[in-house]
């Protein structure tokens, strides 16, 4: 077995001033299945971070920590004072549940302390500015469920820009959408970072980790390493982080994936 390769972060503390997420010695699992081992980690705001690994490897059960919905086992996990939007990997919509378009577009509104109230011109002028952003103002009154992937995803992003978060969690979002909406994704995660928000992007594409993101977490279980992308995606790191699972970066495969097991966290 290789030696553990040493963390390009240093220890974070969990209530470091000025970080968009924070975990110190992080352990969470799922029914006594470990899926997060010691992680420590630092994001500061105006970065945009692909966490790398294969299926398994534990990037959204660290989402689900984040945002609260996974307790840890050990350790801590906070986030910055901005607040947090988190589009998870998976959505099952109820084809008998009435929500429309626009309805997801406003929950992103809800979700800053206003469940269920009325929302106010600033509110209303933010789920405007979102539809017509993400290319959906046109779909406001058709049913989540009838949408088309691409369309749907779409939506979900709306949700996200509405809710006008410092920290913003994607699961794996370019996966099932067509090239106009990857392309849409990928200009506002880079508008995001811009504005000086993180986004932290679960993926297990190694090429874009590596030419799309400012930083790059390697993850499996554990933090093999994080920083910069020239210093995670090394032939290295990139094995011990997929070890058992395929791995390729500029055309080259570095491991084999073929024991991969779709729909894992």
Same mark, same amino acid.
């Given at each position: 077995?290789?030696?553990?390769?040493? /963390?390009?972060? !240093?220890?974070?503390?969990?209530?470091?001033?000025?970080?968009?997420?924070?975990?110190?010695?992080? *352990? !969470?699992?799922?029914?006594?299945?470990?899926?997060?081992?010691?992680?420590?980690?630092?994001?500061?705001?105006?970065?945009?971070?692909?966490?790398?690994?294969? /299926?398994?490897?534990?990037?959204?059960?660290?989402?689900?920590?984040?945002?609260?919905?996974?307790?840890?086992?050990?350790?801590?996990?906070?986030?910055?004072?901005?607040?947090?939007?988190?589009?998870?990997?998976?959505? /099952?919509?109820?084809?008998?549940?009435?929500?429309?378009?626009?309805?997801?577009?406003?929950?992103?509104?809800?979700?800053?302390?206003?469940?269920?109230?009325?929302?106010?011109?600033?509110?209303?002028?933010?789920?405007?500015?979102?539809? *017509?952003?993400?290319?959906?103002?046109?779909? *406001?009154?058709?049913?989540?469920?009838?949408?088309?992937?691409?369309?749907?995803?779409?939506?979900?992003?709306?949700?996200?820009?509405?809710?006008?978060?410092?920290?913003?969690?994607?699961?794996?979002?370019?996966?099932?959408?067509?090239?106009?909406?990857?392309?849409?994704?990928? =200009?506002?995660?880079?508008?995001?970072?811009?504005?000086?928000?993180?986004?932290?992007?679960?993926?297990? =594409?190694?090429?874009?980790?590596?030419?799309?993101? =400012?930083?790059?977490?390697?993850? /499996?279980?554990?933090?093999?390493?994080?920083?910069?992308?020239?210093?995670?995606?090394?032939?290295?790191?990139?094995?011990?982080?997929?070890?058992?699972?395929?791995?390729?970066? =500029?055309?080259?495969?570095?491991?084999?994936?073929?024991?991969?097991?779709?729909?894992?966290?």
């Amino acid at each position: 077995m290789e030696e553990p390769l040493e /963390n390009v972060a !240093a220890s974070p503390s969990a209530a470091h001033v000025g970080m968009a997420l924070c975990a110190h010695r992080l *352990s !969470a699992g799922y029914g006594g299945d470990t899926a997060l081992e010691e992680v420590d980690l630092e994001v500061p705001y105006g970065v945009s971070v692909a966490v790398l690994g294969p /299926n398994g490897s534990g990037k959204s059960s660290l989402f689900a920590a984040a945002v609260g919905l996974l307790r840890p086992s050990a350790g801590s996990v906070g986030v910055g004072e901005r607040g947090i939007a988190w589009l998870p990997q998976q959505l /099952n919509v109820d084809s008998t549940f009435p929500v429309t378009v626009e309805d997801v577009v406003r929950m992103g509104r809800w979700g800053r302390g206003r469940w269920l109230r009325r929302l106010d011109r600033e509110d209303r002028r933010r789920v405007d500015e979102a539809m *017509s952003a993400l290319g959906v103002a046109d779909l *406001s009154g058709r049913r989540l469920h009838s949408l088309s992937g691409g369309q749907r995803q779409r939506a979900l992003l709306a949700q996200v820009m509405a809710h006008d978060a410092g920290l913003i969690l994607l699961d794996e979002p370019l996966t099932g959408v067509d090239r106009p909406t990857g392309e849409a994704i990928g =200009d506002l995660i880079s508008r995001w970072r811009d504005e000086g928000r993180a986004v932290m992007v679960a993926t297990h =594409d190694l090429e874009s980790a590596a030419r799309d993101y =400012d930083r790059v977490i390697a993850l /499996n279980r554990r933090v093999i390493a994080y920083g910069e992308p020239a210093a995670v995606c090394t032939e290295q790191v990139l094995r011990q982080t997929f070890s058992g699972h395929l791995a390729r970066l =500029d055309g080259e495969d570095l491991v084999d994936t073929s024991h991969q097991h779709p729909g894992a966290a």
